[in-house]
């Protein structure tokens, strides 16, 4: 099965090099045969290798978590090849960490200044945020969708809820009406960018890293690039809409909008962000109108929290208070079911709760109460799953600091680099702040970004999953006599 799946991935990257080709091509670049050379074999390859092979009726579920895990891999492999065949990038480890960052939609990159990138490439690159975008939600159930139960036991390792809900009985048809609610909004938000007066290039560049949250701009100033509110408005929009579940979403457009409007989660989506704003707009110490303020505030926390990374200020340049409020929301990111990196919103809540059972446990030991989202009361194996996810996060994203700073950066920018990586937000505070890159981080400190944005992105248990394997066929081996 890891071929199957390996194979089709590697032909919708290559497909995705040929289109950035013709883009090439069309602006006279000078990488569309670099480019070409790229996608040809790579679509060819991945179309005889997904033929070639076949997915077994019955796949267990560790399988389905090491096809998933193997076929990133060999996504970020594959997608550092453009960098390295244009010769904008001559380091195989610094292809690597921008594909990676890529198609995890993280949008750290190393890649500056892009005015020395051809669009070709810069399209490709928007791209692969926008594969890995759809990547998180389709990956499970669109590209494995007759592995009966692994699916959909692999979206309930993601988060409980709509992520993990089947929206036809048909798993193959809930993947088609997630395609069509996220190629419709990229296309929303692609039309609304151009007549806010984006060319087309920009328009469809920028909507692709917009709806993934990914982040990857083809102009050096990301947004503030074209200094326009409403181009910064209709971001701002979309990245809070893109943070949102995408199942509560198509039920909302088919009429049923209670589930949207109940949601315990979307609600303490908006209050995060809508409380976050109102901190940083109050302590943010800037020297700026009142009405740039607010745009930059509500710019700064969407793109934080949704886990896009675009910029239109340098936040690292705010008051310590307003950077504080960054760094915190850097791992939560927003809703399950979304396209957004980070630990989830849903995940915080079902913690308070189990927080809250075992504060009042101390008090009636005998007390027998679920932990709850909202109204709904979560199966204790599921609320055990949170608490693991959570310590693993916790011990992720604490040793992968650690790690860091140990390579020679400082502490803010150590702290924030792994919560960035793990959140998959994109830019940090200090040298990897809104001005800055990872190119200010060693390269070993690089090396445990990289990994800390997989795991980020892939939710961390199909990742150890994976790496188990080895150990869990060891033990399950019969002892010969």
């Known amino acids: 099965m890891p071929i199957h799946v390996g194979g089709l991935s590697a032909a919708v990257v290559g497909m995705a090099m040929l289109a950035s080709a013709l883009v090439d091509r069309i602006d006279g670049g000078p990488d569309t045969l670099a480019l070409l050379l790229c996608g040809f074999p790579t679509t060819l390859l991945g179309v005889l290798a997904w033929r070639a092979t076949k997915v077994p009726k019955e796949v267990r579920n560790l399988e389905v978590f090491v096809t998933v895990t193997l076929a990133w891999a060999s996504l970020a492999v594959v997608g550092a090849l453009p960098y390295l065949a244009t010769g904008r990038l001559t380091s195989f480890d610094l292809a690597l960490f921008e594909s990676i960052s890529g198609f995890t939609t993280t949008g750290s990159t190393i890649l500056r200044p892009v005015a020395d990138t051809s669009q070709g490439l810069l399209f490709y690159r928007a791209l692969t945020q926008w594969i890995g975008g759809m990547g998180v939600i389709v990956l499970v159930i669109a590209v494995l969708p007759t592995v009966g139960s692994g699916a959909m036991n692999l979206m309930t390792a993601e988060a409980p809820g709509p992520s993990g809900e089947r929206l036809s009985p048909r798993v193959r048809q809930t993947a088609r009406n997630l395609w069509s609610i996220y190629v419709g909004f990229t296309i929303a938000v692609s039309a609304a960018y151009i007549a806010a007066g984006m060319s087309l290039y920009d328009g469809l560049s920028h909507s692709f890293t917009t709806v993934s949250t990914g982040g990857f701009s083809p102009h050096n100033a990301s947004l503030a690039h074209f200094d326009s509110a409403v181009v910064e408005w209709i971001a701002i929009v979309a990245m809070f809409l893109a943070g949102g579940s995408f199942a509560l979403y198509f039920r909302a457009l088919r009429g049923q909008t209670g589930p949207l409007l109940r949601s315990s989660e979307f609600r303490a989506y908006t209050v995060i962000v809508l409380a ?127 790690l860091i700073a140990l390579t020679g950066p400082d502490m803010i920018t150590s702290f924030s680099a792994a919560a960035s990586s793990f959140g998959n937000v994109g830019p940090g505070l200090g040298a990897v702040g809104p001005t800055g890159d990872y190119l200010a981080l060693p390269w070993e400190a690089r090396v445990v970004t990289m990994v800390q944005m997989l795991l980020g992105r892939l939710e961390i248990y199909p990742v150890i999953l994976a790496l188990s394997v080895v150990t869990l066929r060891r033990r399950l081996r019969p002892v010969r006599e």
């Open 276 to 402: 976050a704003v109102a901190v940083v707009f109050t302590v943010a110490d800037v020297d700026s109108s009142l009405g740039r303020h607010l745009r930059d505030s509500f710019f700064a926390i969407t793109s934080v929290v949704s886990t896009t990374g675009f910029t239109t200020a340098d936040f690292g340049s705010w008051s310590q208070g307003a950077q504080i409020v960054i760094m915190l929301l850097l791992p939560i990111g927003a809703m399950a079911g979304s396209t957004a990196g980070g630990v989830k919103v849903v995940r915080v809540l079902a913690i308070a709760s189990f927080a809250h059972r075992a504060a009042l446990s101390q008090l009636h030991p005998r007390l027998v109460r679920p932990v709850r989202v909202g109204s709904r009361a979560l199966p204790e194996e599921i609320a055990t799953r949170i608490v693991g996810f959570m310590v693993l996060a916790l011990v992720i994203f604490g040793g992968g600091a650690t």
